[in-house]
């Protein structure tokens, strides 16, 4: 038995949910997301909350009840409210900076890296830091990773693009040699 895909998802107010030709659409009063049910897992819309079952008893049927149960979670989490993360640029000269909504990044690289953001994702910097919001969660941490990859924290100053509170193993660079050494 699935854990997840055995507790029911309360329907939030002001969103809508409707189950058509194996796809879950839910829509909110941020925009629209549409879950496919995978395979072995039927849905049910009842009384402003969702139910699925398992309708085989394989181990990839019960696999994907809670997997279709977690990806419905986060969408109706998703129309309702959205998904945010923070990014922050930390270095010397490092800057981000919006042209049009495109994010522009100058990193320490001899030109500025221009980032095009995913369709359904908006990107807005405020006090050196970018925030990163959709209704979709893996678009959003697919954004994100995107952005942190043109330029990682590096281990021995911390400089480079991590997310807002990651904390970075740090290195000890070289020591100097003592006065005495020969």
Avoid: C
């Amino acid at each position: 038995m699935s854990k997840i895909g055995r507790r029911p998802i309360t329907i939030p107010e002001g969103v809508e949910a409707k189950i058509q030709d194996g796809v879950l659409e839910l829509k909110g009063k941020i925009g629209v997301l549409k879950v496919r049910l995978l395979d072995g897992v039927t849905a049910k819309v009842e009384n402003n909350s969702i139910k699925f079952a398992s309708s085989d008893d394989s181990k990839q049927g019960r696999a994907n009840w809670g997997t279709t149960a977690a990806l419905a979670r986060n969408a109706v989490l998703g129309v309702k409210d959205g998904f945010t993360k923070t990014l922050e640029v930390e270095g010397v000269g490092f800057r981000a900076s919006m042209e049009g909504d495109n994010l522009v990044l100058n990193v320490g690289f001899t030109h500025p890296v221009k980032y095009a953001p995913l369709a359904g994702i908006k990107i807005s910097l405020e006090k050196g830091a970018i925030k990163i919001f959709g209704i979709d969660k893996a678009m959003v941490g697919q954004a994100a990773a995107e952005i942190r990859k043109i330029r990682k924290p590096e281990p021995y100053k911390g400089k480079g693009i991590r997310y807002q509170g990651e904390i970075i193993r740090r290195k000890v660079g070289k020591k100097v040699a003592g006065a005495g050494a020969k």
